[in-house]
């Protein structure tokens, strides 16, 4: 079996973590590169793969990612069809997506190596535009967004579900997310949290004018189209940490694609057991 490693900034705070994972990765006889960034930061040398394509090359069978959600998140960006299972170490802070905690590295890789894993698979956002962008990574595992680029006054995004007019949002901006994105910008802006297999896009506005818009839920079937207005000349759209200048002549079609992200997760660990951790429901300090 071949396992490809990604991460995006060392930290010498993290080689033990690293001696840990390699370590365990020989005693199992798998076959192992880095991400060659990452190699060369650890003074490695320029090893292992570089991009989709030598990536495509090697064929990994595991992808395992060194960081948190946002590792996760460009990762999802460099599998796009090949659709490896991630597993997420989490060496970052919150980590909804890295359900894997560091110490657990060993562990984690036993559970892989006898099947004892489970696989989650999750939706995740394709753009076309009618002036070409984000080259050849039009995904998005968490979130599509369209924002003012700098201080200037609130912008409009005309928004169509399936040809039919929805609304014109008068705000900041406005994201669409994924149920896997739902727990991130959105649900800083007010949005609810969408269980991963709900079948639903949220639509939540950033800082609206009109205090009776609120975000809300629409099916993943549909086909999202914007078109937008303001002040300025440039506007600034997203796909999770990617981000490209557009302008009012940029029509943005968002709809589910056909590829999924697919997420490697302990047995034991369910999206409610993650909410509730992450985010400390149940828990009242009041009572400690």
């Given amino acids: 079996m071949r396992v490809a490693i990604f991460a995006q900034k060392y930290k010498l705070e993290h080689q033990p973590y690293i001696d840990r994972l390699v370590a365990k990765l020989n005693e199992l006889s798998l076959e192992h590169v880095f991400y060659s960034d990452y190699s060369v930061q650890q003074g490695m040398g320029e090893t292992g793969f570089t991009d989709h394509d030598s990536l495509v090359a090697f064929k990994p ?41 560091k110490n657990q590295i060993e562990k984690a890789l036993d559970v892989w190596s006898v099947n004892g894993h489970r696989i989650e698979e999750r939706t995740m956002l394709s ?30 995004v005309h928004t169509y579900i399936n040809d039919e007019f929805l609304n014109s949002y008068w705000a900041d901006g406005l994201i669409l997310c994924t149920p896997t994105g739902s727990t991130g910008y959105s649900l800083s802006c007010g949005g609810p949290i969408i269980f991963p297999d709900s079948g639903n896009f949220a639509i939540t506005p950033v800082a609206p004018h009109n205090l009776n818009v609120r975000p809300i839920v629409i099916s993943d079937d549909s086909e999202i189209r914007f078109n937008i207005e303001g002040r300025s000349e440039n506007f600034l759209c997203t796909l999770d940490s990617r981000y490209e200048t557009i302008t009012s002549e940029h029509e943005i079609t968002i709809k589910k694609s056909k590829l999924k992200t697919r997420l490697v997760l302990p047995e034991k660990i369910s999206f409610m057991n993650t909410i509730r951790q992450k985010l400390s429901w149940g828990f009242d300090t009041r009572n400690v």
């Fill in 127 to 156: 753009l076309h535009c009618s002036i070409p962008i984000f080259g050849d990574k039009p995904l998005a595992l968490n979130d599509f967004t369209i924002t003012k680029r700098d201080t200037s006054s609130m912008i409009k």
């Fill in 61 to 101: 069978d595991l992808f395992i990612t060194l960081g948190g959600d946002g590792t996760m998140l460009n990762a999802a960006s460099v599998i796009r069809e090949l659709e490896t299972p991630i597993l997420g170490i989490n060496l970052g802070r919150l980590g909804f997506l890295a359900s894997t905690e």
